[in-house]
């Protein structure tokens, strides 16, 4: 559902709903990508989207490692 409001401009439902799917599934590493996107292109809160993108980085998620890289952060050893 996060990503059906996110297609309808809906920022800040999207965000709600990822952060459910969060809380339900911890280890669902995509959800903190599509979440931190969110933070970072839309919401512009840098430090969230980077706590996301470092979660999903810590879980071998590579589009969350590769997010980190853009922002010009190593991501931790052992997180690819």
């Keep these: 559902r ?24 911890p280890d669902l590493a995509i959800s903190y990508f599509f979440r931190g996107n969110i933070y ?6 840098r430090d969230q989207a980077i706590a996301d993108f470092q979660a999903g980085c810590r879980l071998g998620n ?11 952060i190593k991501p931790a050893a052992g997180s690819r």
């Design 2 to 25: 996060g990503m059906a409001w996110f297609c309808q401009g809906e920022y800040q439902k999207a965000v709600d709903d990822f952060t459910t799917a969060i809380r339900l599934q």
């Design 40 to 45: 970072r292109y839309h919401l512009k809160q």
């Design 62 to 72: 590579p589009l969350c490692c590769g997010e980190l890289e853009k922002l010009g």
